[in-house]
């Protein structure tokens, strides 16, 4: 049984879960902690997430070994591509590691169905949720496949520093899955910038030295 405090946190994450009567079912939140697999690649969804702490990353992994982040999963956000595999009873096509140490509650695929067929707010949850990462796998898409690396490499470090925060704890491998690309690319245009004195590097650690150059470079190219 969810205690009231547990319950009351949830409807506020997550809306439809009022509508759906939640006492009536035997439902506990899971937990899992970070560095975990929390589904693979080929698996098979027997539930879906409904995440209340914490931080999923979904990655795809091609045959080279090479991967690409997707997209990540936040409070009061659910995976589509998890909650597409149960619909349509097909094997999970990506892999979910947990990044920060994680609280969901899992649905019973049956369950979700039936409450997807029953309630529409359970059904605008799930539409609004499959549009809304539609268009962030999208824009991902779009990055990749028209925007030159150097420049998506300099707006990441920018967005990931500050000028009080200077540092980015991620190694090139981090980098380069984050911007869908081989870390041997990121590597290479890392000590470029190094080289001309815009950025430091050190083991597992970026630090920007002169921002407003970065910046500037934006603007040019």
Known sequence: MIDLKTKNFLYALFPFLEDVHLDAYDLAPVKLSAGICAFTDGGESTSIP???????????????????????????????????????????PATAIVEQEMEALMIPNELYKTWLQYFPSVQTFTYQSMAQRLGTVMTLIEEITFKRIDIRLIRFLLEHTSERQTILYETHEEVAVELGTAREVISRLLKNLEGDHLLMLSRGKIEITKRQELEKMLLIR
């Open 50 to 92: 409904l995440l209340i702490k914490g931080s999923i990353k979904v990655l795809k992994t091609a045959e080279s070994g090479r991967e690409i982040l997707l997209y990540r999963i936040k409070p009061g956000e659910t995976c589509i591509i998890m909650l597409s595999s149960a619909l349509s009873n097909i094997p999970y």
